[in-house]
């Protein structure tokens, strides 16, 4: 086989490129042609997946096809798209329910609230025996508490879940404006016993009220409370 004799200089070797062939001269039968498939897709593609997904969620649809939890509870879920262009979802039983909030219940809840009250009206009622310079029977405010226990624990489980609704909120404006005035009236006139007796109830149960309603009507009710003792011409000392 003989040697190749390469270009020996410039000359030459523009001499050689002009006799090679270039990419332009190659046959177009050696370039596959092809016209793109026209037919529809046998799987769904991602404008058919945006649409379902956009009208169930137009519907009010939580989920695709996972029927709701027993518990009523909202639940997260997981969605993946298969590559058959389906969609699916993870069990949310697996691993059970994830709660968006409340994770303590109502009766927790509800049990958080009367216990901390329920201090509130323990507290009262050494203060206002401090007030008085009278012995603190420390038996007899123990009984009290653990008496007001069941009571604010019936009230605030029958009522805190429901403290959104309007009516409910008229209910504790009301009770709100009724055990301040009524505590500032008989701070003022009634007797230091009838005092220390009502005081700790009316205390706790204007406090608690004031905390369910919304901020209007908070401010509301401290106002009018305000203007009852106002025009009652009673003083802070």
């Not at 270009?7 to 039968?29: C, L, Q, T, W, Y």
Request: with cysteine; proline share 8%; aromatic share 10%.
């Amino acid at each position: 086989m003989a040697n190749r004799e390469w270009p020996r200089n410039r000359k030459e070797r523009r001499a050689a490129s002009k006799a090679s062939p270039k990419p332009s001269d190659v046959a177009g039968s050696d370039v596959p042609l092809a016209q793109p498939s026209r037919d529809r897709p046998k799987h769904k593609t991602l404008f058919d997946i945006a649409a379902e997904r956009e009208s169930q969620l137009q519907n009010g649809q939580a989920t695709l096809s996972q029927p709701p939890h027993k518990s009523g509870q909202p639940t997260i879920t997981t969605t993946t798209i298969n590559p058959d262009g389906t969609l699916s979802e993870a069990d949310p039983q697996e691993d059970g329910p994830l709660p968006l909030d409340n994770p303590i219940g109502p009766f927790g809840e509800a049990l958080f609230f009367t216990l901390s009250l329920t201090m509130l009206h323990f507290t009262l009622d050494v203060l206002v025996h401090h007030q008085y310079r009278q012995e603190i029977g420390w038996g007899m405010i123990i009984q009290r508490t653990l008496t007001t226990f069941p009571l604010v624990m019936l009230l605030v489980y029958s009522l805190h879940q429901r403290s959104v609704h309007l009516w409910a909120q008229g209910l504790f404006l009301s009770m709100s404006m009724a055990a301040g005035c009524y505590l500032i009236y008989s701070s003022n006139e009634e007797a230091y016993f009838a005092v220390m007796k009502r005081a700790p109830p009316l205390g706790t149960l204007w406090v608690w009220s004031v905390i369910e309603m919304r901020l209007e009507f908070a401010v509301g009710s401290l106002i009018a409370v305000g203007a009852y003792f106002w025009r009652g011409g009673y003083t802070i000392f």
